[in-house]
C-alpha cells in the first residue's frame, strides 16, 4: 500500500461513482448525476433515509471549467440533508452573476496557477453547496466546509472570498481567498476517502475517547470543540495545512498579487507554517493510536513538512 494519500479514486472501489451497482446504475440512467454522492450517502450513514430520492429536488446548473464539470446545486436543501451535515441552520443562496464569475474565477485560478490542486478537486469535488445563514439566525457563517458523510460535496459561503483559516480576514474579497477554500475541502474530501477505505487508526482508536491536543489559535472563538482536537481531527488538518501551505507559497512568489492580497497570504502562510509544525509533533507523540499504515503516512507527513 502507498505511503501517501491517495490523489486518485481507485476504479471499482465504493467511492466510485461509474461502477457497476444498481442504485449508481438508476440514477445515471435517468440523468441524474448529481444525486450520485447522496447514494454515497445513504450507505455511510445507514439510517434508512432515502438522501438521494430526497436530492432529486435540487436543480442546479454546471461550471465547466479546464474540463472539469461540477454541479452548482439550487433550490431548498432538503431538510433530513441539512440535518445530517449540520446545515440546518443554512440555505442554498441564489445564484446571481457577480456569484458565478467570482466562482469560475477562483476554479480558473486554481487551474492555471496550481494544476495539481485542481486536478485534487476535479478528482474529489463534484457538486458545491454555495450557502449562507437562515433570516433570523444568529451565529457566526461557517467558511467552507465538507463533510465525510457526504462525499463529492463541499460548502462554503460569502465569506470564503474574504477570509483564510484560520484567522486571516480581509475587507476586499478576491477569488484568490475563494480558490484556497476550495481547495482546503477538496483535500479534506480526499484524506476522508483514504480514512474510510484504508484503516489509518488503530483498532481501539475512537474519536469520542481521543486524546485531546490544545490548539491555541482557536481560543478566540470561544468553542470548546475547535480548542481541543482529537487525533483524527488533528490529523486531517495536518493534511489540509501542507497542501494550503504550498499553494499560498506558489501565490506569494506571483507578481499578479495586489496588495491586500499580498498581505493577507502572507500572514496566513506564516500562521500556517506554525501550526503546521505544531500539529505535526503533536501526532507525532501520539502514534500509537495509528495502524503500521498510518504511521507510515505520518512519516510522509513530517518529510513534506520539512520540505516546506
Known amino acids: 500500500m502507498e505511503n501517501t494519500i491517495a490523489t486518485r479514486v481507485e476504479a471499482g472501489s465504493f467511492f466510485d461513482l461509474g461502477r457497476k451497482d444498481p442504485a449508481l446504475i438508476r440514477l445515471r440512467e435517468t440523468d441524474c448525476e448529481q444525486a450520485l454522492p447522496f447514494a454515497l450517502m445513504e450507505r455511510l450513514v445507514k439510517s434508512g433515509v432515502p438522501y438521494a430520492e430526497h436530492s432529486r429536488s435540487l436543480t442546479s446548473e454546471t461550471v465547466d471549467v479546464a474540463g472539469a464539470r461540477i454541479h452548482w446545486f439550487s433550490a431548498e436543501l432538503p431538510e433530513s440533508i441539512a440535518r445530517e451535515i449540520s446545515l440546518a441552520d443554512y440555505e442554498i443562496v441564489p445564484h446571481t452573476d457577480e456569484r458565478r464569475t467570482a466562482l469560475t474565477a477562483a476554479l480558473e485560478r486554481l487551474a492555471s496557477v496550481h494544476p495539481d490542486g485542481f486536478a485534487q478537486l476535479r478528482e474529489f469535488v463534484r457538486a458545491l453547496l454555495w450557502v449562507g445563514l437562515k433570516p433570523g439566525v444568529r451565529a457566526s457563517s461557517l467558511t467552507s466546509s ?31 481567498f475563494l480558490a484556497e477554500n476550495l481547495l482546503h475541502e477538496a483535500v479534506h474530501q480526499s484524506v476522508s476517502f483514504h480514512v474510510l477505505q484504508h484503516q489509518v487508526f488503530a483498532d481501539e482508536y475512537s474519536s469520542k475517547t481521543s486524546p485531546r491536543i490544545e490548539i491555541a489559535w482557536r481560543a478566540a472563538q470561544g468553542v470548546p470543540r475547535n480548542q481541543f482536537w482529537e487525533v483524527d481531527r488533528a490529523f486531517h488538518a495536518t ?70
Open 146 to 176: 465538507s463533510d465525510p458523510a457526504l462525499p463529492y460535496v463541499i460548502t462554503f459561503s460569502e465569506k470564503a472570498r474574504h477570509h483564510i483559516p484560520p484567522n486571516t480576514v480581509s475587507e476586499e474579497p478576491s477569488p484568490l
Open 239 to 308: 493534511c489540509v495545512y501542507n497542501q494550503l501551505l504550498r499553494f499560498r507559497r506558489i501565490e506569494l512568489d506571483r507578481d499578479d498579487l495586489n496588495a491586500n492580497e499580498r498581505a493577507s497570504i502572507r500572514a496566513a502562510y506564516d500562521e500556517g507554517m506554525s501550526a503546521v509544525r505544531y500539529l505535526m509533533g503533536r501526532l507525532e507523540l501520539l502514534r500509537e493510536h495509528f495502524t503500521r499504515h498510518g504511521q507510515e503516512l505520518l512519516a510522509d507527513l513530517r518529510h513534506r513538512t520539512d520540505e516546506l
